[in-house]
């Protein structure tokens, strides 16, 4: 078995890419970089088992309602007439003006902040990573093709994300649906230029990912391609050059959680679970991170027991962690890995950090990373453990 998920795991660590989008080469490179350390750090690894808009409130100035202005009597200086008709009449009060009739000024909003709740995330079931939407019925086997025509049509409701996470080790795709203009990436599809078989694919035929496209009328769709792009990208009819394809559909979902606010807590931490860990399509790093679980138990055919970290245990953990890891493996052995930390942020993307004894260990930019925790975090981390 460790063989197996070391081989899979030195096969699918993915470069997190910058927001504007990965670089085919760029990540290459920074695969090959990350499998030189895998060969090491494989076995330490093997274990794994895996606002509402931020408006500011209201601000409103103290309004004070003033009675009108009363003339002056002051004398004129020039002689009045006295008419010789002068109707009596009864002078009326002037009229009140209360707070409650005066309008109330338009909320205040935070500059740049998003206005819009993100749409629900949507995880899959207790022990299998990514959203429901990637599986078939039966909540485990992925779902490969639903495509109910011979053209890719339009009029997308929601799009998901899908990654090789299923196989035991890979990326895992983002839990919140595509919900602002889905289309495009229909359109993003069909702009792809033609493909051409590329020789000896080999080991570059890796990382594969799935989108499923849900259509207003019930229907479903798929199109599917690598991460290295060496294979064709398909809709399963039409085969297309993939080359930068994931990065620009990766694009879409930053581009919508940029202009929404994402879930309430604790919904992110609700959507984890200690299925085996995974790396996450959307890039996350460490200082991301801002709730998390701890599953004690790192083989799969056991009970793994779930544990919610408070907030600000987090948030010392990724303070300290950030500060003070550094380049390297932990000292205990790989056989002797004791709980995996699954961190994460607003979306429930994940983070997963490997303990061994009083080390912890995880994938940095280009390499492995490994932090000692002082004394009283240390403390404060192994009593919420259990």
């Not at 460790?2 to 760029?26: C, H, M, Q, R």
């Not at 289309?183 to 020789?199: C, G, H, K, M, N």
């Not at 200082?287 to 600000?312: H, M, Y």
């Amino acid at each position: 078995m460790n063989d197996k998920l070391s081989d899979a795991f030195k096969s699918v660590i993915p470069e997190p890419p910058p927001t504007t989008g990965w670089v085919a080469g760029a990540r290459r490179k920074r695969r090959n970089t990350r499998l030189a350390i895998s060969g090491v750090a494989a076995a330490a690894v093997v274990a794994l088992a895996i606002p509402v808009a931020l408006n500011l409130p209201s601000v409103r100035e103290p309004l004070v309602a003033s009675p009108a202005p009363t003339p002056s009597a002051t004398a004129s200086s020039e002689p009045t007439q006295t008419p010789s008709v002068a109707p009596t009449q009864t002078s009326s009060p002037e009229p009140t003006i209360a707070l409650t009739d005066i309008p109330s000024p338009d909320p205040v909003e935070s500059p740049g902040a998003p206005s819009e709740p993100g749409p629900t995330l949507e995880p899959a079931g207790s022990d299998v990573p990514g959203s429901w939407a990637c599986y078939n019925e039966d909540g485990r086997a992925p779902l490969l093709n639903a495509n109910t025509g011979e053209d890719l049509p339009t009029g997308v409701g929601r799009a998901f994300l899908c990654g090789d996470g299923h196989e035991g080790f890979g990326v895992v795709g983002p839990l919140d649906p595509l919900v602002i203009e889905p289309d495009r990436i229909i359109e993003l599809f069909e702009a792809q230029p033609e493909y051409v078989e590329v020789p000896d694919c080999g080991y570059e035929a890796s990382d594969p990912y799935r989108i499923v496209l849900e259509y207003l009328n019930g229907d479903k769709w798929i199109i599917s391609g690598y991460g290295e792009e060496c294979q064709p990208l398909t809709d399963g009819t039409t085969q297309k050059a993939g080359e930068g394809f994931r990065d620009k559909v990766v694009a879409l979902w930053q581009e919508q959680r940029a202009a929404v606010s994402p879930p309430a807590p604790p919904a992110a931490t609700d959507a984890l679970n200690c299925a085996p860990a995974q790396y996450p399509m959307i890039p996350m790093t460490l200082g991301d991170a801002t709730a998390g679980i701890f599953c004690s138990q790192l083989d799969q055919e056991d009970p793994v027991e779930k544990v919610v970290l408070a907030p600000e245990l987090v948030d010392r953990l990724v303070q300290a962690a950030t500060s003070e890891a550094v380049a390297g493996y932990p000292e205990a052995a790989p056989g002797e890995a004791s709980g995996t930390l699954i961190l994460t942020n607003g979306w429930g993307d994940i983070f997963p950090v490997m303990r061994h004894g009083d080390q912890y260990a995880y994938v940095g930019d280009s390499e492995m990373m490994v932090w000692t925790p002082q004394d009283e975090l240390a403390q404060a981390l192994d009593n919420a453990f259990g």
